[in-house]
């Protein structure tokens, strides 16, 4: 072979190899210029979305509703005096391009699957909530949603626009998970130094109001940043559970040992419940082998590592802010330490019994299901006991009562969970009344963020009696119960299926959708004591696509394209 010849066949080689890099499934212009507008908007949502303040604090809710407005739908300038598009135009317009290019040159469309019934569900939620919002009264309300909420129609709307393009244009990327875990990481480290008094971006100047000790990092409201934090966390958890370079345990594991720091100093009880739901699904998985069962203990070291750090910071800082309840417990209270021994005992013996060659995992899979019934014993235990503690039935021996924070634990009433026992009552008393007399709006709801009206109309006496304020309520602190009074027992019904359909759609493709579906699984019980909301929602469901990606790949007839 001439020189010549191997010369130009290396640059063929080469040509082919950066085609390669550059687009590896040899897809067509309109193609990449689609994925390109899916990747860059998902970066904004994950990655640049979380650090946008207006004002600081003062002004945080309505900025990341613009923001989130602005880069979906469209650009404001001056007063809105000139519109420029937002992702999901352009994305619209390449769409409409790549189609009919595709038509033409005869081609098969890509992402163009065949519907599955997590896509049915999608779509039904978003005929219902349509319909709720044709329905309601609240015209004036119910396309951007209430003040400083915006969960009106366009956000679902936007959920299921997020939701289709994740599921079909794009695929995360090890490097793209790394990104969202550096964001969250410099996220939680912020919130961290708020607590500890430190404000290293001037969101705390004026220490003077109250007000702020409710509010962290460049998230806001601390029960947003809770969920936050709950949501993310199992990234960097299921990196360490699945690495085994030394270097990326470093590294995930720094993250671990931040996040959970940050999770007790959100203050916010629900986030310790949703981050031992994301654990107890990895301990499920992990008795395959010894390794796996290993880094479940390391990562538990590194969570209670975490809370006893944060405490020991809060005591040697004067100005660091005091959280009490549970967080004030598992940072300062013995009862960590005491876990900490525990876990670091049973783990070394773990290391002992395998360095004997005494110990394969695998044959001890039945203590999984031991765990499980010990869960939901409880579980049941404690809601046994609150309830007739509660009603007064239990000898004074062993009652709980008193004003004391902890005691509020194992006692429900209007006063419980910041007065979400009174709200939730106030919600299901509006539902009874909807029975009675008003069936179509039982059936549809009030309308996407609505509820504040309908709340007031029928129990405005209780909700300033029993919640102490004028103002009405304009969310039940329970997404769940939520979604039942805004879109009706129909699209409640129908939004939660979608959290449902993501678990059950993750077990297709467990190597790929464990991680989605820890976060996910977070999602839904941080927010039964919480709410939907404009930061993390539509992150959730950039998740729920990303499972649907894994699903379809585990079953190749669902993978199909519908165009040939």
Known sequence: MS???????????????????????????????????VSLYIFLLMVVYPFYMQNYFYDIGDAKWRFFSNISFFADY?????????????????????????????????????????????????????????????KDTVVDGYQYWNMGLITQIALVIIYLL?????????????????????????????????????????????????????????????????????IGIFVYWKARAIDVKIISGIY????????????????FLALFAAMSILLW???KDNESINA?????????????????????????????????????????????????????????????????IDRYEFIR????????????????????????????????????????YFSFGDDWGNHRGAIWHIALMTLGDWATQDPLKLIFGAGPDCIIYELSAYHQNEILNNVGTELGIACVHNEWLNCLLGYGLLGGAAYMAIFVSAVRRSLKNLEANLPWMMCVVSYVIHNFFCYQNIIVTPMVFVMIGLIEVGARKAAPKEAETAGK
């Open 3 to 37: 020189n010549k010849t191997r010369k130009k066949n290396r640059k063929n080689r080469a040509e082919m190899d950066l085609k390669t890099l550059v687009n590896p499934n040899g897809h067509r212009l309109p193609m990449l210029c689609l994925i390109f507008m």
């Open 78 to 138: 001056k007063s809105r005096a000139f519109y420029f598009p937002g992702c999901f135009i352009f994305i619209a317009a390449i769409l409409i391009w790549y189609v009919i290019d595709a038509k033409v040159k005869k081609e098969k469309l890509y992402g163009f699957h065949a519907l599955s019934i997590q896509d049915d569900i999608v779509a039904t939620f978003l005929l219902l909530v349509s319909v709720s919002s044709i329905l309601t009264p609240y």
């Open 166 to 234: 994740a599921s079909r244009f794009w695929s995360a990327k090890k490097w793209e998970w790394y990104l969202w875990m550096a964001a969250s990481w410099l996220v939680a480290c912020i919130g961290v130094l708020n607590r500890l008094g430190q404000d290293p971006i001037g969101t705390l100047a004026d220490k003077s109001n109250p007000q702020l000790i409710q509010f962290l990092s460049t998230i806001g409201q601390q029960t947003y940043f809770s969920n936050y934090v709950t949501v993310f966390i199992p």
């Open 256 to 271: 671990i040992f931040i996040m959970s720091m940050s999770l007790t100093a959100s203050g916010n009880d629900s986030g």
């Open 285 to 287: 998985f992990s008795f």
């Open 296 to 360: 479940v203990f390391e990562i538990t070291l590194l969570i209670l590592l975490g809370f006893k750090f944060l405490g020991l910071l809060q005591i040697s800082n004067p100005d660091a802010t005091a959280l009490g309840g549970l967080s004030q417990r598992l940072t300062q209270g013995k009862e960590t330490l005491i876990g900490i021994v525990a876990v670091a005992g049973v783990y070394g013996l773990v290391r002992y019994l395998e360095k004997k060659k005494e110990l394969k």
């Open 369 to 408: 299901k031991i765990y499980l019934g010990l869960v939901i014993g409880m579980f049941a235990f404690y809601f046994i006991f609150v309830g007739l503690n509660t009603a007064g039935m239990l000898p004074d021996s062993i009652a709980v009562t008193g004003e004391d924070v902890s005691a509020t």
